[in-house]
């Protein structure tokens, strides 16, 4: 067998590695995420799968297993982060590609900002997390105008950033729009999901 072949053949086994929902269940607990984080992700992960089978219904093509890891997971070094002074994104990116989770990374480091080029591609993963993140305040579904509100007054301490969470506001309302127009569903339906939506359930 070549070289290039065992590389190859090497490539691709890491790259699938996916972890289970108990899995990431226990590397939550390992990284010590404080229990009101671990609660907002299994909703964010709850929201993002069944987004995930419904989008699949609808001509577009998501692994629900990268989708759930990816949203239990996108949160992991929120809590690290404080006293590193990292941006959790990229910490967790980071974390998560040190235990081998070269497919979950991405969709870590990718959940916090949103912009205009992304929009024109096609539907990730990385950007159903993004948005049923976006979707979940605390451990409650809400909609994007009242989480959008919410980060405003926690976060904006300028005008400046108030400024840019709003055009981050209307960006995100685009990338609804983009999902939503190939479901039969609106996006206020959402609060009707959460507790039910989860793999094999």
């Known amino acids: 067998m070549s070289h290039i072949t065992q590389s190859k053949k090497r490539d691709e086994s890491e790259i699938m590695i996916i972890p289970t929902r108990s899995q990431c269940l226990v590397l939550m607990e390992e990284a010590l995420m404080p229990k009101h984080i671990q609660e907002h992700s299994v909703v964010v992960a709850q929201i993002a799968v069944y987004l995930g089978r419904l989008l699949n219904q609808n001509s577009v093509r998501l692994n629900l297993e990268l989708l759930e890891a990816g949203a239990l997971l996108h949160d992991i070094a929120k809590a690290r982060s404080l006293s590193t002074g990292e941006r959790h994104e990229d910490l967790g990116a980071r974390m998560l590609e040190s235990w081998g989770y070269t497919m979950i990374s991405p969709i870590v480091k990718e959940h916090v900002v949103l912009n205009v080029a992304v929009l024109q591609g096609p539907i990730t993963e990385?950007?159903?997390?993004?948005?049923?993140?976006?979707?979940?305040?605390?451990?409650?579904?809400?909609?994007?105008?009242?989480?959008?509100?919410?980060?405003?007054?926690?976060?904006?301490?300028?005008n400046e950033h108030r400024t840019w969470l709003q055009e981050k506001f209307d960006l995100y309302l685009q990338l609804e729009s983009m999902m939503f127009e190939h479901l039969t569903i609106n996006p206020d339906d959402l609060d009707q999901v959460a507790g039910r939506a989860v793999l094999g359930g």
Request: net charge positive; proline share 0%.
């Open 126 to 158: 990385s950007l159903v997390v993004n948005y049923a993140d976006k979707r979940v305040k605390h451990d409650q579904v809400v909609s994007l105008r009242e989480r959008f509100s919410d980060l405003i007054n926690r976060y904006a301490r300028t």
